[in-house]
């Protein structure tokens, strides 16, 4: 059974940071993009940041850029995000993906069950 697990998430203050972790198990993720979305309440979901396999190419979303990082660990099946300077907005539940090929559209092979966010301000 393939599973997305995520961690990390919490409440935090505005302009603080957190790390979320996203262990992979049950299979083989060779070649496979691997990203994160959020959902904040009464929104659609949206893509934040992805990363390719080789860790060489990332993707952000304008919101992401410059406060995010993405990183992955394919020896440990773990993809990492790490984010700064945090505000109110940033409040959703983030949700690990993986796909075989670009997540940006919005698509996924697997999903994690998600990791609560929340900013103070």
């Known amino acids: 059974q393939v599973q997305l697990v995520e961690s990390g998430g919490g409440l935090v203050q505005a302009g603080g940071s957190l790390r979320l972790s996203c262990a992979a198990s049950g299979r083989t993720f060779s070649g496979y993009t691997k990203g994160w979305f959020r959902q904040a309440p009464g929104k659609e979901r949206e893509f934040v940041a992805g990363?390719?396999?080789?860790?060489?190419?990332?993707t952000y979303a304008d919101s992401a850029k410059g406060r995010f990082t993405i990183s992955r660990d394919n020896a440990k099946n773990t993809v990492y995000l790490e984010m700064n300077s945090l505000n109110p907005e940033d409040t959703a539940v983030y949700y690990c993906?993986?796909?075989?090929?670009?997540?940006?559209?919005?698509?996924?092979?697997?999903w994690g069950q998600g990791t609560q966010v929340t900013v103070s301000s």
């Open positions: 990363i390719s396999w080789s860790g060489g190419r990332t």
């Open positions: 993906a993986a796909r075989l090929g670009s997540m940006t559209g919005g698509q996924a092979d697997y």
